[in-house]
């Protein structure tokens, strides 16, 4: 049995995703229905995803560990700063290159750069990071690698990650960061470094939409070479995090 906790079985993760998110539906459309801030209503939304995995933790007398609270080690927590710090733009780029709809566009501009900064790495970066990483690498990467080979498990999650968002402007980057995230968290056997990465790559996302990150002026100035940056610092934390020796079990 492995130190970081028995998985729930597939069925299982789907059945506590599914829950989880009825119940983020649930409570955003109340938070909307009594007059809060979208904001906090997304907020509410997002922390309400957390009941059902701890929940089913709690009924099924399953260790934290089953949902990858685990302990880190430190050379995930490297690859997950790599990844973090450089994947944003590649996706960026790759969004800049489809036919996506405008009205999505502006609508996740004006969230990115409406609210004061705080506020917007909050409820785009800090929360999401924590929530969904719980519930998608904690709970259902773990479950179908259960039973499925790893690429295919990393792959199916990263899907559900993607259709979770309802967003066509976010169907690209959501997959291919979640593939990325999907290696760090199977191959550590903790969510820590895809909750790391993730926080990374959504808030500097977010600094460089608002031009409070230094160097953001030539990051439009040399795309190109940005982008090369990116890639190779991205591919240096997937690697990093593939070639990284899986934790020790117990019998």
Known sequence: MSQRGPAFTPLGAIAVLSISFATFLVAFTVAVGVGAPPLVAVVLGQLVLLAAPLI??????RPLAAIGLARPRGRLLVAAVLIGASMWFINLRLSSLLPLP??????????????????????????????????????????????????????????????????????????????????????????????????????????VARRELP?????????????????????????????????????
């Open 56 to 61: 089913a933790c709690t009924r099924t007398r």
């Open 215 to 251: 160097g953001a002026g030539w990051i439009d100035q040399h795309t190109g070479a940005t982008l090369a940056i990116a890639a190779a610092t991205t591919t240096a934390g997937v690697v990093l995090a593939a070639r990284s020796p899986k934790p020790r079990t117990a019998a």
């Open 102 to 207: 405008k009205g999505q566009v502006l609508e996740l501009e004006k969230a990115v750069e409406g609210p004061q900064l705080a506020a917007a790495l909050v409820v785009i970066a800090l929360v999401p990071a924590v929530c969904e990483e719980l519930l998608f690498r904690g709970l259902v990467l773990r479950g179908l690698a259960s039973h499925y080979i790893p690429i295919g498990a990393i792959t199916m999650t990263a899907a559900l990650f993607s259709l979770y968002h309802l967003s066509v402007v976010q169907l690209l980057p959501t997959f291919t960061l979640g593939l990325a995230l999907g290696v760090l968290a199977l191959r550590g056997e903790s969510v820590i470094p895809a909750m790391l990465a993730h926080l990374l790559n959504n808030a500097a996302a977010i600094l």
